[in-house]
């Protein structure tokens, strides 16, 4: 058991697991944990405020968004056996 | 089961199933899957008739969304067995 | 079933099957599903003209293209189970 | 076995081991396990500090992060069958 | 069977299949299956002489190559079931 | 068996075996066959000394280099069953 993954002081994974009832649960668990790694890496709110400013008008930083919640969601999908 | 992934405004799975009949239809959700996150993150249309604009006319950005489709195609396929 | 994923005017693979003879052909697929979304989202063929004027003069984008080809190669690969 | 693989001076997988006691914890070893190939990779402590007073600013940057913090929660969360 | 998928005028697979007998044999393949894909997007040696003049002096360039590599590898080692 | 795929002059898989001992070695390892992709796209030792230094005081390529890591890492530790 790995016993230096102390968790952070920002919870990275809302709820504690990767299991959701439906699929669009699923995918709004991968735009969450997605975001809060942005949170964790920057911890001040002004500044995040001022990089969303940024990426919601830039299209190239919103498709580079899109392939990191596409990530996520393979391995919430594989989590909840796809939801068969 | 994860009760924090309360889904958000916009609808994310259209159909709440990753499962189609065939791959044809399973493509045709990567893709609206993609642009879903893109809507979910810039939602002011008028912004994202821009941004459309801009990268409908980037090779580069063109090239990173194929990537995107092809992370999200991945998973459908997967949940679909291949269509096997 | 999911019934909201209507498909497109472009058909996005072709012969509605990830199933081939051969590597080769699953390969040549590959290339030419990540080709059907460049299509798809740049209908114009004077633009795409253009835009594939840009790409394959441009060593970073067509190394970015690699990167979509062996991504869904990988998923055509695993639904031929690798053609063992 | 591969005995060329001799670990570096820097500890890569803290605790040398992938399972986690829950998802929080996995999560918060995919972001430990990514800053330390960043630590492997650029030893100097003082560029480091450079370094991320660059990517904490910058929202291309840390969407990027996230990506690869999305890759290897895909391995931790396949490592420990998803916590299910 | 896909017979839409007529292999093109260039071998993108040479030996049409992933089977290989040792790691290293694997890898060789993934790099060459990666610039087998930039041959067939850009048929001009002599362009492709100028391209990978440009990347190989970009590190940048090199290192999204080595993230193609690492995908092409990952379908032929588990292709290989990882030469266990 | 793929007899196309000669090994080139560098040796790309060290050990030619993705079995390790321990995540440990699998992470080096990962890290260390990134690197031999480099090593056998540049072949000249004093323009990739050039190269490491433009990307070691590069935040981006660093993070670049973190995703081609994960990436590597996901197959060795899959071809490890995780060091379960």
Redesign the interface.
Known sequence: ????????AI???????????????????A????RL??K???TNPA?REK??A??????????????????????I???NN???
């Open positions: 058991m790995n016993a230096n993954a102390v968790p952070p919870e990275l994974i809302p709820g504690n697991t990767l299991i959701t009832k439906t699929p669009e649960e699923g995918r709004a668990l735009v969450k944990i997605a790694i942005v964790s890496t920057q500044v990089l969303r940024v990426y919601e008008q830039d299209a190239g930083m919103i498709i580079a968004l899109t392939q990191t919640v596409a990530i996520e969601f393979a391995t999908a594989a989590a796809y939801w068969k």
